[in-house]
């Protein structure tokens, strides 16, 4: 699956999103602070819809070839903040 176009940024209700028509993904900065593990699920997830639009069978059956352990990966995301804008430098 290949995409046009990605980017990240500041999300206040995602942690990513995907434009399967023009084939551009975003990723909410937040994930920085994240496990890296839980940075690939979101990204295997947004992959997904480039092939399937919709949450579905066919989706989570495709999340399941992929990222087998993706349940895991979610439900440590599901208990994280999503966003925080104190970002110390």
Request: charged residues 25%; aromatic residues 8%.
């Amino acid at each position: 699956v290949q995409v046009a176009a990605w980017g990240i940024r500041k999300m206040k209700t995602k942690w990513g999103s995907c434009t399967p028509a023009s084939r551009r993904i975003w990723l909410n900065l937040e994930l920085a602070k994240k496990p890296v593990a839980c940075l690939e699920y979101i990204v295997v997830h947004e992959l997904v819809h480039l092939l399937e639009r919709h949450h579905n069978e066919r989706f989570t059956a495709l999340l399941d070839i992929h990222l087998p352990q993706w349940r895991q990966h979610r439900e440590i995301l599901s208990q994280a903040p999503l966003g925080h804008e104190d970002w110390r430098y």
